[in-house]
């Protein structure tokens, strides 16, 4: 009897174990999904391309890089020029005088120019360690190994703030979610 019993169990112990999960267990479990899906998709879409402050930052960016990589393939480097309150970047290289000539800037080539969106506004720069500009003009040198001295550029739409942070010695742009200020960096 008590064989009996303990073939019973260990029968009733495996159909249990393999019996799996049943169909309509499974449709739940994939609505929940498409459920939570549908809700999460459309949200993060539009958090990602219609931020019109990360889409200037992005913009900054890409004119930053472009400006490296055109500063080494000229002979004396290029200039990236900052409007403030035209909020607009743009840039410049060098030309290489011939003999008896001064060095100028180019004339027949128009200098690209990345306007940011109207909403978003360039609120600060940092060049070097204590420079501030808040408004007007300003030129960064990268010299012909594509490397510039350390740039923070402060982006805000008016409720939220971004720092683009260029550094010395690489050739990435860090990009944070506050306002920063060379005293920001150090304390990093």
Request: net charge negative.
């Given at each position: 009897?008590?064989?009996?019993?303990?073939?019973?169990?260990?029968?009733?112990?495996?159909?249990?174990?393999?019996?799996?999960?049943?169909?309509?267990?499974?449709?739940?479990?994939?609505?929940l999904?498409?459920?939570?899906?549908?809700l999460?998709i459309?949200?993060?879409?539009t958090?990602?391309?219609?931020?019109?402050?990360?889409q200037?930052?992005?913009s900054?960016?890409?004119?930053?890089?472009?400006?490296?990589?055109?500063?080494?393939?000229?002979?004396?480097?290029?200039?990236?020029?900052?409007?403030?309150?035209?909020?607009?970047?743009?840039?410049?290289?060098?030309?290489?005088?011939?003999?008896?000539?001064?060095?100028?800037?180019?004339?027949?080539?128009?200098?690209?120019?990345?306007?940011?969106?109207?909403?978003?506004?360039i609120?600060?720069?940092?060049?070097?360690?204590d420079k501030?500009?808040?408004?007007?003009?300003?030129?960064?040198?990268?010299?012909?190994?594509?490397r510039?001295?350390?740039?923070?550029?402060?982006?805000?739409?008016?409720?939220?703030?971004?720092?683009?942070?260029?550094?010395?010695?690489?050739?990435?742009?860090?990009?944070?979610?506050?306002?920063?200020?060379?005293?920001?960096?150090?304390?990093?």
């Open positions: 009897m008590e064989h009996q019993i303990h073939h019973r169990l260990r029968l009733k112990g495996r159909h249990y174990l393999e019996r799996g999960f049943t169909l309509l267990e499974l449709l739940v479990v994939l609505i999904i498409a459920i939570m899906l549908g999460s459309p949200a993060f879409r958090s990602l391309f219609t931020d019109q402050l990360r200037a930052a992005r900054v960016i890409g004119t930053i890089h472009e400006v490296r990589q055109s500063a080494t393939g000229s002979t004396n480097g290029c200039f990236i020029d900052i409007d403030l309150s035209e909020n607009q970047l743009s840039y410049r290289c060098l030309q290489t005088p011939g003999e008896g000539e001064e060095m100028q800037l180019p004339e027949d080539r128009p200098s690209p120019k990345v306007e940011l969106p109207p909403a978003i506004r609120s600060s720069l940092w060049s070097g360690t501030q500009v808040t408004s007007g003009n300003a030129s960064f040198w990268v010299n012909r190994n594509g510039m001295e350390q740039l923070i550029i402060n982006l805000t739409d008016g409720e939220k703030e971004l720092a683009l942070i260029c550094s010395v010695f690489s050739a990435l742009v860090r990009l944070e979610d506050k306002a920063m200020s060379p005293a920001d960096l150090e304390q990093n």
